[in-house]
């Protein structure tokens, strides 16, 4: 079941930095269930890795809306946010020149399914972080 009978209109948010033409690689922070402080600690690594800053594209729900599996309450959501995730990480290679997405996800599992359907062959390489319990 899903929370909605209707779709909501701008049920995220999506925040794309400005990215350098240098950069290779780039951050993807999706927190929709919960804040997850796991993801913010796993930027803070990979920039240290790199000894760097690495670009975060943030989506998170608007306040309003809050955390929860009703992050995304209608499935027209979920393939709304499928299509502009793939503008996103197709435009991430063709235009900027991107390479590699780090992919850091806290979502429902039908959210997770619907951002992997946004991945296509003509996009940068993914690595995708896992959090346990």
């Known amino acids: 079941m899903w929370p909605d009978?209707?779709?909501?209109?701008?049920?995220?948010?999506?925040?794309?930095?400005?990215?350098?033409?240098?950069q290779s690689e780039v951050i993807f922070s999706v927190k929709l269930t919960a804040?997850?402080?796991m993801i913010d600690s796993t930027i803070d690594h990979l920039n240290q890795q790199v000894?760097?800053?690495i670009p975060v594209i943030k989506i998170y729900p608007p306040q309003s809306?809050?955390?929860g599996n009703g992050a995304i309450a209608h499935p027209l959501e979920d393939e709304k946010l499928a299509s502009r995730l793939k503008d996103i990480f197709t435009n991430l290679n063709q235009i900027h020149g991107i390479?590699?997405?780090?992919?850091?996800?806290?979502a429902s599992n039908a959210a997770c399914v619907?951002?992997?359907q946004a991945v296509d062959r003509f996009q940068p390489e993914f690595i995708v972080y896992d959090y346990g319990a």
Request: aromatic share 8%; charged share 25%; glycine share 8%.
């Open 51 to 53: 000894q760097g800053v």
């Open 65 to 67: 809306y809050g955390y």
């Open 99 to 106: 390479e590699k997405v780090h992919l850091l996800i806290c």
């Open 5 to 22: 009978v209707q779709p909501r209109e701008d049920v995220l948010i999506i925040d794309e930095p400005e990215i350098d033409s240098e």
């Open 114 to 116: 619907y951002i992997g």
């Open 35 to 37: 804040p997850a402080a």
